[in-house]
Structure formats: C-alpha cells, structure tokens
C-alpha cells in the first residue's frame, strides 16, 4: 500500500464512510464534552460500522466484471 494505484475507480461507499466519521467525530466529542458514556460508546460502534464498510468491500470490488473486461485486474 506504498504506492497509490490511481487508476482505480473511487470506492462507491465512500460519502457513507465519511459520514459514519463525521456522526461517530461529533458523537465522541459530545460524550467526552458531557461525560456521558453512552454517547462515547455508541461513536465507537459507529466507527467500528464504518470499519465493517472498509473491510467488507474489498471482495465485492476484487469480483467486478466491469473491472475484468476493461482488463483492470
């Protein structure tokens, strides 16, 4: 992962995955703000949705045969 490969295609979950972020972001600061716990957990599990994004992905894209007929493997 050294070397960007900017041929690809931007990932189509990519505004879901920001706004996970910025919702999770807000949440963990307002919990920390208000010493609420609840608030804080619940950016965690957010984040931890966004990372189920991220890892779920890659196979779906590594099948796409858009990708195998242009020849990008």
């Known amino acids: 992962m050294v070397f960007l490969?900017?041929?690809?295609?931007?990932?189509?979950?990519?505004?879901?995955?920001?706004?996970a972020f910025t919702i999770?972001?807000?949440?963990?600061?307002?919990?920390?703000?208000?010493?609420?716990r609840w608030m804080t957990g619940t950016a965690i599990v957010v984040l931890l949705g966004g990372l189920f994004l991220r890892i779920g992905g890659g196979?779906?894209?590594?099948?796409?045969?858009?990708?195998?007929?242009?020849?990008d493997e």
Request: charged fraction near 40%; charge should be negative; hydrophobic fraction near 35%.
């Open 5 to 19: 490969d900017r041929s690809r295609r931007a990932d189509h979950r990519l505004e879901w995955k920001v706004r």
């Open 59 to 71: 196979a779906r894209e590594l099948n796409d045969p858009e990708d195998v007929e242009r020849g």
């Open 24 to 36: 999770a972001a807000v949440l963990g600061i307002a919990g920390i703000y208000f010493q609420e």
